[in-house]
């Protein structure tokens, strides 16, 4: 069993950067892949990035390709999403997951999700 806990969302400014964590428990965590999503209102779960259980391994959606950058420090349970040059268009609940294989991850088949932090970019 793998409990997550999202922090670090907020409000920001268009241009600005936040830095969101998803805190995990258990001690299997580093054999997760874990993967970061996003909920607009009025919109489907879209897929934001993930990485494998290394840290080796990510994989980004394309609107987010080199403005977003996630992370893991497996010593402290902790994966991290670091979003810059944020639009408008970035506003959603973000939810990060986890899952034994990035494949799955990246289609959205994580096996624990934790509940999300809302991130809203101002114009």
């Known amino acids: 069993q793998v409990q997550l806990v999202e922090s670090g969302g907020g409000l920001v400014r268009a241009g600005g950067s936040l830095r969101l964590s998803c805190a995990a428990s258990g001690r299997t965590f580093s054999t997760y892949a874990m993967g970061w999503f996003r909920q607009a209102p009025g919109k489907e779960r879209e897929f934001v990035g993930a990485v494998n259980w290394s840290g080796g391994v990510t994989n980004y959606a394309n609107s987010v390709k080199g403005r977003f950058t996630i992370s893991r420090d497996n010593a402290k349970n902790t994966v991290y999403l670091q979003m810059n040059s944020l639009k408008p268009e970035d506003t959603a609940v973000y939810t990060c997951?986890?899952?034994?294989?990035?494949?799955?991850?990246?289609?959205?088949?994580?096996?624990?999700w934790g509940q999300g932090t809302q991130v809203t970019v101002s114009s």
């Open positions: 997951a986890a899952g034994r294989i990035l494949a799955s991850v990246v289609a959205g088949g994580g096996d624990y």
